[in-house]
């Protein structure tokens, strides 16, 4: 069974920076496909970034050159490094296993979400 337990996020000022984790448990994050989504406050959720089994990596249009994915094979752990926040990007932030790259498809996923990490940018 695949566990993913969420962290790092924070109260950051607008312009600021965090960095999310992922920790994996019953699969091998460098072998499949996975991905961060997130849930803005009273709005639905919203696909983030995926990184590919062959580590190609998609990005959200407003995230491009401000976020990264990355995987640390040593620790099974995916990270979401998130740089220049925005205001309109506090929102509970979720991992997944999938290979989802769009709102629509990250919304079909089937199963439960985990606890997420909650990103507040203040003004």
């Known amino acids: 069974e695949v566990h993913l337990v969420e962290s790092g996020g924070d109260l950051v000022q607008s312009g600021g920076s965090l960095r999310l984790a992922c920790v994996a448990s019953?699969?091998?994050?460098?072998?499949?496909?996975m991905g961060w989504a997130r849930r803005p406050p009273g709005k639905e959720l919203e696909w983030v970034a995926t990184?590919?089994?062959?580590?190609?990596?998609y990005y959200r249009d407003s995230v491009k050159g401000r976020f990264t994915i990355s995987i640390d094979d040593a620790k099974n752990t995916m990270f979401l490094q998130l740089n220049n926040l925005r205001t309109e990007e506090t929102a509970m932030y979720y991992c997944?296993?999938?290979?989802?790259?769009?709102?629509?498809?990250?919304?079909?996923?089937?199963?439960?979400w985990g606890q997420g990490t909650q990103v507040t940018v203040s003004s």
């Open positions: 990184r590919d089994e062959y580590g190609a990596t």
């Open positions: 019953g699969v091998v994050l460098r072998h499949v496909n």
């Open positions: 997944f296993q999938g290979g989802y790259v769009s709102d629509a498809a990250v919304r079909r996923r089937q199963g439960p």
